[in-house]
């Protein structure tokens, strides 16, 4: 560890101002000067609060573009197949609360900035599935209604803190429970349709590293159960994803079978001639009685 120390403290004592600044503000003078000056990595404190502050930042940058692949893959298929507008109806109504909620209780943004970012892409998501289901006029009306929760919950004169406390534990509940809808959607198609794994899976592990953080930085217990539930239910979209990795969906079993023939029966024409005779292949002239003239 000394070795360690000495050849590590020229670079940890020297770095740019801008990075030491964005260091201390991230972790504290106290932590900073531990371990980053010090070098000293048996502090167990300062330790945690590293991991957990770089585990928040981890997943504030990769919710920028974590639901960019659901996105991408929607507007190619011009589908909304296996995703269900419930379901992130209801997360997108839970992210809002739980983005007030944090805000106006001034936690650290590292431990919730996703909700933002997330929301976003929802958004987005929420109007494409409305579209591509043949519901436009619905998008229309999702987006005023969005817009008048934002001004509600962020202005304490039409919600008081107290309000938003119960509200945001009513958003735990949605929040878990909004992956219901989406895994009952699977289940019923036989399949994930556009559902991208990559947001499955990113889902998953940011949930994970949510109960992390929580834990390390923010004493809520309303906030650490709505992730410990989310985490559960994503679990359960992660192992629906595996299960129907290459399975078709249900309406594409559907049109499997309407391409395919009905069973011939005893002197029907065959499928091998009907599909002959589709395919425009001229078939051989059998012997004629007709007299030439």
């Given at each position: ?245 290459n399975a078709p969906s249900a309406k594409a079993k559907g049109k499997r079978k309407e391409k395919l023939p009905a069973p011939t029966e005893k002197g029907a024409p065959s499928y091998a001639a009907v599909a002959a005779s589709s ?15």
């Amino acid at each position: 560890m000394d070795a360690l120390r000495t050849a590590l403290q020229p670079i940890t004592h020297n770095l740019p101002g801008p990075i030491r600044d964005f260091g201390e503000s991230l972790i504290g003078n106290k932590c900073y000067k531990s371990l980053v000056l010090d070098v000293d990595l048996e502090n167990a404190e300062c330790l945690k609060l590293a991991v957990s502050k770089a585990l928040g930042v981890g997943i504030v940058g990769a919710s920028a573009v974590v639901k960019v692949p659901q996105i991408i893959k929607l507007v190619r298929s011009q589908s909304a197949s296996g995703v269900s507008f419930l379901s992130y109806a209801l997360e997108t109504s839970s992210l809002l609360t739980s983005l007030a909620y944090n805000f106006r209780n001034q936690n650290p943004f590292s431990t919730y900035g996703e909700s933002a970012l997330i929301m976003g892409q929802n958004v987005i998501i929420t109007m494409l599935v409305l579209n591509y289901s043949g519901q436009p006029g619905l998008a229309a009306v999702f987006v005023a209604l969005l817009a008048v929760g934002v001004y509600s919950l962020f202005d304490s004169k039409v919600v008081n803190m107290d309000t938003l406390s119960y509200l945001q534990a009513g958003a735990g509940v949605v929040g878990a429970a909004s992956k219901l809808p989406q895994i009952l959607t699977i289940w019923q198609e036989g399949g994930t349709g556009q559902l991208s794994a990559f947001a499955v899976f990113n889902y998953l592990a940011g949930s994970l590293s949510r109960i992390f953080t929580t834990l390390q930085e923010v004493d809520d217990k309303l906030i650490l159960y709505g992730f410990i539930g989310g985490f559960a239910l994503n679990l359960v979209l992660a192992l629906q994803m595996v299960y129907y990795w290459n399975a078709p969906s249900a309406k594409a079993k559907g049109k499997r079978k309407e391409k395919l023939p009905a069973p011939t029966e005893k002197g029907a024409p065959s499928y091998a001639a009907v599909a002959a005779s589709s395919s425009g292949t001229p078939s051989k002239k059998g012997p004629t009685t007709r007299r030439r003239g």
